[in-house]
Structures are given as structure tokens and as C-alpha cells.
Nanobody
Framework: QVQLVESGGGLVQAGGSLRLSCAAS????????MGWFRRTPGKAREFIGA????????YVADSVKGRFTVARDNAKNTGYLQMNSLKPEDTAVYYC??????????????WGQGTQVTVSS
């Protein structure tokens, strides 16, 4: 069993930056993949990016490529979603998730609680 705790959301002006953190605990995370998603009311959940923990290989959706990056700190068992040049349309609840078999496309068995990101114009 893995627990994921997110932090770092908040209110930011357009053009600003935020870094979301996702701390994993419960067992060794070395074989996992961590994914990032977001959801806005009335829209389907959107895949943002993922990282294969053992190798550090990252994937980012085309919709945010060039603005968002995914990273991890092995020592802290924490993943990060760095969001730059934020736009009002990035406003959403952001979730991290984990797949124990390291599949960056999921399915993701474990989910964080979500953190609200609001970008003002």
C-alpha cells in the first residue's frame, strides 16, 4: 500500500509558477511510476505527465509541454510537477497517482487527495 500526499497548490497570477509536490510513503517506490492529472468541472480528467521512478524517465502531455515539467527526488520519495507560464485555463484540481509496475500510462492504483490550482487573469 502506498500513500500519496500532495501539496503546493494555491492561487497565482497568469504568467506565474507553482511547484506541486507529491510525497509517497508506505513502501519502496523504486518500481513505481508517478503520474500527474488534472480535472476541471465539466471536463474529463486530463493526463499531464508522468515519471518512471527507477530511471527518472519523464513524459509530458503536448498540451503543457514547454511549460510543465515532471521530476522526482529519490531521497525524499517525492515527485514534483513544476508549472511555469501558468494560464487561467490551467485552473484545476491536480492529482498525483502511482502505478506499482512502473507503467507511465497506468492504470494508476493509488491517488493523492488532489490540490487546487487557481490561475487568475
Amino acid at each position: 500500500q502506498v500513500q500519496l500526499v500532495e501539496s503546493g497548490g494555491g492561487l497565482v497570477q497568469a504568467g506565474g509558477s507553482l511547484r506541486l509536490s507529491c510525497a509517497a510513503s508506505g513502501r519502496s517506490f523504486s518500481s513505481y511510476a508517478m503520474g500527474w492529472f488534472r480535472r476541471t468541472p465539466g471536463k474529463a480528467r486530463e493526463f499531464i505527465g508522468a515519471i518512471r521512478w527507477s530511471e527518472g524517465t519523464t513524459y509530458v502531455a503536448d498540451s503543457v509541454k514547454g511549460r510543465f515539467t515532471v521530476a522526482r527526488d529519490n531521497a525524499k520519495n517525492t515527485g514534483y510537477l513544476q508549472m511555469n507560464s501558468l494560464k487561467p485555463e490551467d485552473t484545476a484540481v491536480y492529482y498525483c497517482a502511482a502505478d506499482p509496475l512502473g507503467r507511465v500510462t497506468g492504470p494508476f492504483s493509488y491517488w493523492g487527495q488532489g490540490t487546487q490550482v487557481t490561475v487568475s487573469s
